[in-house]
């Protein structure tokens, strides 16, 4: 089972991994895009390097894309190459993808569904997805919200994200840490583009410790955005179940279930 955990380079990188890389000033993008091609051509892996201005790394990346010229959503174009990978001989498909600030629109909830889309892939496929993004270009909120929806982390924070949300097998998402007034409109960002692709979402929330009242209202708010959906939180503990009990959320107009 996949489980969120901090590496200290990419060679602790493995398949299936979903890996959030925030990089500093002084980190050289080519440099760190030639040894990941590197590191692909070691383990017979197809690599796919997504960013501007790249085209320097070489013929051994057996596709470099420019952002700004993809037809359609990434995951469409990252989809397709993992495809044909495997028909070519390779172990898997391997992605970098240098997530710059001008290749997205002013809402950020578009980074997070691009983000949960690799995600997902990245579990149910065993591919490995390498997103980095740069200290200098972001700022501290937004990567605090990408890294939520990352079970695993590269960079020089090593403090982890309050809450995480991540693909755990083919039909549910493990929830962890403690969802707040911070959190909140993450969290509900991230159901509502959960919920936008099914109607009903399955959360496993043995590591949730505690809601706060914003984080209860984002999750009763996400699961009416729709008709016709549901969230279920399994493995809710006494606590949070309370919470959402008292404070008037366990009602048949909120399509919430919690169980132990």
């Not at 007034?181 to 496993?204: M, P």
């Amino acid at each position: 089972m996949r489980a969120a955990r901090t590496v200290a380079t990419l060679d602790e990188a493995d398949t299936g991994d979903h890996i959030c890389q925030v990089l500093g000033p002084a980190d050289d993008v080519l440099d760190r895009s030639r040894a990941f091609v590197a590191d692909g051509a070691l383990f017979g892996d197809k690599v796919m390097i997504v960013g501007a201005g790249l085209d320097a790394v070489g013929a051994s990346a057996q596709l470099v894309l420019d952002p700004a010229r993809l037809e359609g959503p990434l995951i469409a174009a990252v989809r397709r190459e993992a495809a044909t990978a495997g028909r070519e001989g390779f172990r898997t498909l391997r992605v970098l993808h240098h997530v710059t600030p001008g290749f997205w629109p002013a809402d950020p909830q578009e980074l997070l569904r691009s983000e949960l889309d690799l995600e997902e892939f990245a579990a149910d496929s065993g591919a490995l997805v390498v997103c980095a993004y740069s200290s200098a270009d972001w700022d501290a909120s937004t990567l605090e919200d990408v890294r939520c929806v990352h079970p695993h982390y590269l960079g020089s924070r090593p403090a982890s994200p309050a809450f995480q949300v991540y693909r755990t097998g083919k039909d549910g998402w493990t929830v962890n840490g403690v969802i707040d007034a911070e959190g909140a409109d993450a969290f509900g960002a991230i159901l509502r583009t959960l919920l936008g692709q099914s109607t009903k979402v399955r959360l496993l929330c043995h590591g949730l410790e505690f809601f706060d009242a914003a984080g209860m209202s984002a999750l009763a708010d996400a699961a009416r955005h729709l008709p016709d959906r549901k969230v279920i939180l399994e493995g809710t503990n006494e606590t949070v179940r309370l919470a959402w009990d008292v404070s008037g959320f366990a009602v048949p107009g909120v399509p919430v279930v919690m169980v132990p």
